[in-house]
C-alpha cells in the first residue's frame, strides 16, 4: 500500500484503521471499539480495553524470548560511563521499584513526579509508574524550584523520584536543593521522595520523608503489572502556553500504546531489535515518546544518552555513539546539528567514524533551516527527515513516512499529514484557504489516538486554548501552508510561544518574572532569531516613576530572576531598559513589530500605532545588545 492510500484509509475509516493497529499491543481485555465520541468534541480511543503499558514496553518482549535483547543503552561522556541493561534486566528492576512505589502507598491513579537527570534510572522510574498505573509527571532538569513547585501544586504527587544531581558541562546541579525548595514553595505536599544518589554527589535525605533508591527497594516484593482502562492518563506533562501557568497535558493509556508503536516501523522505518537514539531529554515530549516508550514498546534498543552535541568532549560526540552502538535510526532537534556545524564546519569529525549503521536521520521540535538540513546531506549523505510535532500530539503530525514510501524531501518542508491527521489551513474566518496561501494550522477533530484528550484539571482551559477559536478543528497555534502537492510548511507560531533550542518557553511567562521586579512598571519579552539556538528571548523593560538605579544593575537583576524561577534552560540573558512600549491606540504591544525590528526585518507600520517614534528608540535599544545579527 502507499502513503495516499493508508492515508485515505485512515480518514475514511479510522475505527477500522485503528483496530488494525491495535492487534499489535498486548491488551488484557480487547477494547470494543476505537472511537468514543459521546463527548464530542472531548474524543476518547480504546477506551474500554485494559491495557498495561509496562507490560507492553518490557514484559512481552521477555516472555517472547527476547529477554536477551538490549533494552537501553546508557552513554555518558559526561560521567565517562557506559553500560547496557537486557530486557529481562530491565523487567527485574522496573518491577523492584514499582513493588517499592506500591509499599508506600502508591496506587493506580496516584501521580508521581520525576525530576531527574539523563540516566536509565528515569526511564525506570517511568514505567516503574506504567507498571502499577500511577501516573506519571516528569519535570526537566533545567527547570527551577519555582516551575517544579507549579507542577507539584498541580499534579499534587504523593511522591516525587528524583535524582541527586544532574552534570552540566563544568558543573554539577544540585538537584535536591531545588526539590527541597520547590517542596517549601509548593502548597501541596508530596507522602514522601525517592532520591537516586548518583557518585557525583550524595544528597542530604530528610529523615522521614526521603528514602533512598536502593535501600526503599530492599526486601520488598516485586510489583506485577496493573491493567488499566484505554482512557487512564499514561502520563501528564507540562507544556508552555501563552501564561506563565504551563499546561498539564493528558496522554491516555490505549490510544498511547496503539500510535506509538505504529510510528516505530512506519515512520522511523526500524525492525524490533534495532537500535533507536533520540539525543533528546526525558523532561521533553520527545524524552517520553522516543527515549523511552515507542523503542521499548515496539521492541527496540533506546540510547540514553548524558551528554551535549558539542564539548562532551567534541563535536564528533554524535557519530562516535551512532557507530559504537550500530544506531540505525537517530532523531535530534536542528539545533544540535546548528552546534556540531559551527564547531565542525567541515565535517572532520564525521569522517572518523564508520557509520554505515546509520540509515536516517530525523529533526524535529523546531523549524529545520534549510542551511542546517544541506550541511547534513553534504555531509552525512543519508536522508535528512524533518518532522513536525507537539507536546500535545505526543508524535508526528507531519512526516516522512519512510517505512511505508519514503517521500521526496523539499527542504523547508516537513513533508505531509501523517495518517488519522486531517491537516487543514484556515483563514481568520476559519474557512480552509487555497494551496499555496498562509493561515493558522488547524487539525480537523478527532484527533488520532495518542493525542491529548485533555488538560490536567483544565478541561476548560482545553476547550478554549485548542478548540475553541475553530470550532470542528483542533487549532495547533502554528502558521503556515501546503502547496499544490499537499505539502506543509510550518512557519511561525500564532500565539507567545517561542522556540530556545528546542525548547518551548512562554514569553508570558517570563514577562510574569519581570513584571514581579519591584523596579519594573511594565514589560515585553519576545523571541528574536538566532543563529544557534533558533531563538532567544530578549526582554524590554520600562521601569516605575521616580527609579534612579544604574539601568545595568535592574538588568542583571531581572536575568538573575528568570534563571532562579524559571531556569537556565530559559536562556534569558538579553534585557534592555526603554522609556515606552511600542502600542496601538487600545493599548495593545506591537510585539510582532518589535520582532522584526530585532530580527532586521521589514515591516508595515501597523496603522493602529499610537506613536511610531516609539520604533526607533525599540532599533536603538535592540542594536545596543547586538541585534539584528551578523
Ligand atoms: N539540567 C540543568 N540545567 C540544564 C539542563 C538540565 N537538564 N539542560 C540545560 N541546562 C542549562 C544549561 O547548562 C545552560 O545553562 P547556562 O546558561 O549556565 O549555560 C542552559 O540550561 C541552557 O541550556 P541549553 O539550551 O541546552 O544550551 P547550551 O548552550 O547548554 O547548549 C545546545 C546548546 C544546542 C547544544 C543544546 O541546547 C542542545 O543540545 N539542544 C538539543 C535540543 C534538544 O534536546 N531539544 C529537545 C527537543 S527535541
Ligand atoms: P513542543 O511542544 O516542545 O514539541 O513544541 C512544539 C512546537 O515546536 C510546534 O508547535 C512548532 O512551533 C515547533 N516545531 C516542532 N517541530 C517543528 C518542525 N519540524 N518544523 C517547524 N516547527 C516545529
Request: charged share 25%; aromatic share 10%; glycine share 10%.
Amino acid at each position: 500500500m502507499t502513503y495516499a492510500d493508508i492515508y485515505k484509509r485512515s480518514l475514511d475509516d479510522p475505527e477500522g484503521f485503528w483496530m488494525e493497529q491495535a492487534e499489535a499491543i498486548d491488551w488484557d481485555r480487547k477494547p470494543s471499539k476505537a472511537l468514543f465520541s459521546d463527548r464530542a468534541p472531548l474524543y476518547e480511543w480504546f477506551k474500554d480495553g485494559l491495557v498495561n503499558t509496562c507490560y507492553n514496553a518490557v514484559d512481552r518482549h521477555v516472555e517472547a524470548g527476547n529477554g536477551d535483547r538490549v533494552a537501553i543503552i546508557y552513554d555518558s561522556p559526561v560521567t565517562h560511563t557506559k553500560h547496557e541493561i537486557t530486557y529481562a534486566e530491565l523487567q527485574t528492576r522496573v518491577a523492584s521499584l514499582a513493588g517499592a512505589l506500591r509499599a508506600k502507598g502508591i496506587e493506580a491513579g496516584d501521580r508521581v513526579i520525576i525530576y531527574m537527570p539523563m540516566v536509565p534510572e528515569a526511564l525506570e522510574a517511568m514505567l516503574a509508574c506504567a507498571r502499577i498505573g500511577a501516573i506519571h509527571s516528569v519535570v526537566f532538569g533545567g527547570f527551577a524550584a519555582n516551575e517544579l513547585a507549579v507542577r507539584i501544586d498541580d499534579a499534587t504527587p504523593k511522591a516525587i523520584i528524583a535524582g541527586s544531581c544532574g552534570i552540566e558541562p563544568g558543573r554539577v546541579v544540585h538537584y535536591k536543593p531545588l526539590l527541597d525548595g520547590a517542596i517549601e514553595l509548593a502548597k501541596h505536599k508530596p507522602d514522601f521522595c525517592v532520591i537516586f544518589q548518583r557518585e557525583q554527589e550524595v544528597a542530604k535525605l530528610i529523615e522521614g520523608r526521603d528514602y533512598d533508591w536502593h535501600a526503599f527497594q530492599y526486601g520488598v516484593e516485586p510489583a506485577e503489572c496493573v491493567p488499566v482502562s484505554g482512557d487512564h492518563p499514561a502520563y501528564i506533562l507540562y507544556t508552555s502556553g501563552t501564561t506563565g501557568q504551563p499546561k498539564g497535558v493528558i496522554r491516555a493509556t490505549g490510544g498511547h500504546l496503539v500510535a506509538l508503536n505504529w510510528t516505530m516501523k512506519n515512520i522511523y522505518d526500524v525492525e524490533p531489535g534495532d537500535v533507536f537514539w533520540a539525543a533528546s531529554d526525558v523532561g521533553w515530549v520527545v524524552g517520553h515518546s522516543y527515549i523511552c516508550y515507542a523503542p521499548l514498546i515496539h521492541g527496540n534498543t533506546t540510547v540514553v544518552f548524558e551528554g551535549k552535541p558539542v564539548g562532551t568532549p567534541d563535536a564528533g560526540t554524535f557519530w562516535r555513539v551512532i557507530s559504537e552502538h550500530k544506531v540505525k535510526s537517530f532523531f535530534t532537534a536542528p539545533t544540535a546539528f546548528r552546534a556540531v556545524k559551527r564547531v565542525d564546519p567541515d565535517g572532520e569529525f564525521i569522517k572518523k567514524y564508520d557509520l554505515s549503521c546509520l540509515k536516517t536521520v530525523y529533526l524535529a521540535g523546531e523549524r529545520a533551516d534549510p542551511d542546517t538540513i544541506e550541511w547534513m546531506q553534504e555531509h552525512l549523505q543519508k536522508p535528512i527527515i524533518d518532522h513536525w510535532w507537539q507536546t500535545e500530539t505526543g508524535y508526528t503530525i507531519a512526516g516522512n513516512p519512510m517505512g511505508i514510501e519514503p517521500m521526496r524531501v523539499k527542504i523547508g518542508s516537513p513533508t505531509v499529514a501523517m495518517p488519522g491527521y486531517d491537516v487543514q489551513i484556515l483563514d481568520e474566518g476559519g474557512h480552509p484557504v487555497k494551496a499555496g496561501e498562509l493561515g493558522a494550522i488547524a487539525i480537523k477533530l478527532p484527533l488520532p489516538p495518542g493525542t491529548l484528550p485533555n488538560l490536567w484539571n483544565a478541561e476548560e482551559r482545553f476547550i478554549k486554548s485548542y478548540l475553541t477559536h475553530f470550532p470542528g478543528y483542533y487549532e495547533t497555534g502554528d502558521a503556515g501552508m501546503i502547496d499544490e502537492d499537499g505539502y506543509l510548511y510550518v512557519m511561525a507560531r500564532t500565539d507567545d510561544v517561542i522556540n530556545v533550542a528546542g525548547h518551548r518557553l512562554s514569553t508570558g511567562g517570563m514577562e510574569e518574572v519581570l513584571a514581579s521586579h519591584p523596579d519594573v512598571a511594565e514589560c515585553a519579552v519576545i523571541g528574536v532569531s538566532d543563529e544557534l539556538k533558533g531563538q532567544l528571548p530578549m526582554g524590554f523593560l520600562c521601569l516605575s516613576n521616580g527609579v534612579t538605579r544604574p539601568h545595568d544593575e535592574i538588568v542583571k537583576e531581572v536575568v538573575q530572576k528568570v534563571r532562579d524561577q524559571i531556569g537556565p534552560v530559559a536562556a534569558f540573558k538579553l534585557a534592555c531598559v526603554v522609556d515606552r512600549l511600542p502600542k496601538t491606540r487600545s493599548g495593545k504591544i506591537l510585539r510582532a513589530t518589535m520582532v522584526s525590528i530585532a530580527d532586521g526585518k521589514d515591516f508595515k507600520m501597523p496603522a493602529t500605532i499610537d506613536d511610531p517614534a516609539i520604533l526607533d528608540e525599540i532599533k536603538e535599544a535592540v542594536a545596543g545588545l547586538g541585534y539584528p545579527q551578523g
